[in-house]
């Protein structure tokens, strides 16, 4: 198991997006766009890490922190190998009482995922 990618929500994803390609050696994928839920992200890429960083970018999405999205980190994504795992885990936290909030299922940009809350309340992504 690894961390497969860490989240940031921003209300400006194309001047944070350049803040981590020209500062730390990003790459950006094309830029994802859920026309639908009005959400846009990026995953950035760093050639020494194996780990990305997934910007953000959603209206409605607050800098006091006063809903459940604001800006700032938004989950840990673990990837564990496989659909078999994402949805055994899933279910194993499911049983064992834990908050799946979403999935598993196959996302709009093709992930196959599930979200679940940690005991503290922060929300973990489980994908291949």
């Known amino acids: 198991m690894k ?10 994803l194309e001047r944070l997006k350049s803040f981590y390609e020209c ?3 990003a790459v950006a994928n094309k830029k994802y766009v859920n026309q639908k839920t009005k959400f846009e992200s990026y ?5 020494a890490l194996s780990v990305r960083l997934e910007l ?3 209206s409605g999405v607050y800098s006091n922190g006063d809903n459940d ?3 700032g980190w938004a989950h840990v994504a673990f990837a ?4 078999e795992a994402v949805d055994t885990l899933t279910m194993t936290l499911k049983n064992d009482g834990f908050v799946v909030l979403r999935g598993p299922r ?3 940009d093709g992930y196959y995922e599930s979200c679940v809350l940690d005991p503290d309340g922060n929300e973990i ?4």
Request: aromatic share 18%.
């Open 106 to 108: 196959t996302t709009g």
């Open 3 to 12: 961390i497969e990618h860490v989240a940031l929500w921003t209300n400006d």
């Open 43 to 47: 995953f950035l890429t760093f050639s």
């Open 125 to 128: 992504e489980i994908t291949i």
């Open 69 to 71: 999205a604001h800006v």
């Open 56 to 58: 953000m970018y959603k």
């Open 23 to 25: 500062y730390f050696g």
């Open 80 to 83: 564990v190998g496989s659909k």
